[in-house]
């Protein structure tokens, strides 16, 4: 039996997982203006899975990669549903 693809699909699963309560908190705390690190992260994570021969953890970067840079536009959204106010806003943070 080969598990090559259930572990991607639990590490794609457990990327997604991570990312929705980190954009939430993110835009929590620092607003949009982190999207960069998101850039940061993305960019990078998708750069080195070029370079790594393992296929496990190349695919994890590369999905790890996408999410984040998935996550700036989510980043954004986040934003939107908080003036809704579907999520809470930061009292401590400025408008």
């Not at 393992?54 to 536009?73: A, H, K, P, Q, Y």
Request: overall charge positive.
């Amino acid at each position: 039996m080969h598990f090559t693809g259930v572990l991607i699909g639990v590490s794609a699963f457990l990327c997604i997982g991570l990312f929705h309560p980190l954009v939430i908190k993110a835009e929590y705390y620092w607003g949009v203006k982190c999207w960069w690190l998101f850039l940061l992260a993305g960019v990078g994570c998708i750069v080195g899975s070029l370079f790594i021969a393992d296929t496990l953890l190349s695919t994890f970067l590369g999905v790890f990669g996408f999410s984040s840079l998935w996550s700036i536009i989510e980043l954004f959204k986040q934003r939107k549903r908080v003036e809704k106010g579907w999520f809470p806003r930061n009292p401590n943070k400025k408008s």
